[in-house]
């Protein structure tokens, strides 16, 4: 299957200086592999602005800067193996090579921020992910702003697992504000604990992927995890302790100036949000985007901006994002 592979792909670069370089595709369904009207190029050519990408009969030809040249050859070759080998290609294989991409793969190889209950690697799935990860170790605070499904929460749980399995810290904390995005939180079943629940489910589930149930549960009851509305936090100090504070854009200035200042010694705090899916009153401005202009530069804080492209969803959910995004 490699041999054959070989005799499908040639590359050829004619001149350093022109930044062009010209693939050739032999023996393969180019319909197929291109999709209608190119569609399956779309998507290559929405992640690099600045190359220029066109098919004619058989021949890719890419112009653009020397890196990108090269990372766009690499999801190219890729995408082909997976062609040959299968005999089809969708938008999630798409998908799944750019975020693979040359630049993206530099950060597959460093190690694993942990290992899930199933024993399989957490890594950073892309540049920015690994952007938070790394801030983390040279902050005490990171805000990190961003769509949904590029893995804000999900990337701060495994950072607070790693810390925490590295004796770095003695408890994780997780805080919400229990704002209704259009529900009312009355009418829930249940008593407070019951009703808060339903919000911080996606924190649950991060965990419930990362920490084997038994382990979970001890480090629950015996309060090494703690999960709680962010009205919970008022009056306390934080120490050596790492503390995500999620859905941080529906928090008042007035709250999120309360849960910055409980942060005690030894402890981290990663904030994490969405300025596109504020549910707070009107009147209410959510505090998120002050608190990033106030203490964006001062000096062991940091803000990491994730983007729609860092999806790790549904490849559509990007595209979802983008267009809710186009209005916003």
């Known amino acids: 299957m490699i041999e054959k592979q070989r005799k499908q792909i040639h590359i050829e670069t004619p001149t350093k200086n022109l930044n062009e370089s010209i693939i050739y595709l032999e023996n393969i369904s180019l319909v197929d592999f291109l999709g209608a009207n190119h569609v399956n190029f779309e998507e290559i ?33 890729s995408l082909l193996k997976h062609f040959s080998k299968f005999g089809h290609l969708q938008p999630e294989q798409i998908h799944k090579f750019l975020n693979s991409s040359v630049e993206d793969q530099n950060s597959e190889k460093k190690d694993a921020i942990l290992h899930s209950s199933k024993g399989s690697a957490i890594k950073p799935k892309n540049k920015n992910q690994q952007k938070l990860a790394d801030s983390v170790l040279t902050n005490d605070i990171v805000f990190v702003v961003g769509p949904a499904g590029t893995g804000k929460t999900y ?55 990362m920490v084997a149930p038994e382990k979970l549960k001890f480090y629950q009851e015996n309060n090494i995890i703690e999960i709680a509305p962010l009205a919970y936090m008022r009056g306390r100090t934080l120490n050596q302790a790492f503390i995500i504070l999620d859905e941080a854009q529906n928090a008042t200035n007035m709250q999120l100036k309360m849960f910055l200042t409980r942060l005690g010694i030894g402890s981290k705090a990663v904030i994490t949000g969405d300025l596109t899916q504020i549910d707070l009153p009107r009147k209410d401005a959510s505090g998120l985007s002050d608190a990033v202009q106030r203490l964006g530069k001062i000096s062991g804080i940091d803000v990491v901006v994730m983007k729609a492209t860092d999806g790790c969803r549904h490849p559509l959910v990007s595209k979802i994002v983008k267009a809710y995004g186009d209005d916003e």
């Open 45 to 77: 050519a929405l992640a690099f602005p600045g190359a220029k990408i066109v098919s004619r009969g058989n021949e890719i030809r890419i112009k653009g800067k020397p890196d990108d040249i090269i990372k766009i050859q690499e999801i190219i070759n």
């Open 155 to 209: 990337m701060a749980v495994a950072l607070a697992l790693q810390a925490l399995k590295n004796k770095e810290i003695k408890k994780i904390i997780v805080t919400r504000p229990a704002v209704e995005a259009g529900e009312n939180l009355g009418f829930l079943p249940g008593d407070l604990n019951e009703k808060i629940y339903p919000y911080l489910r996606p924190v649950f589930d991060a965990f419930e992927e």
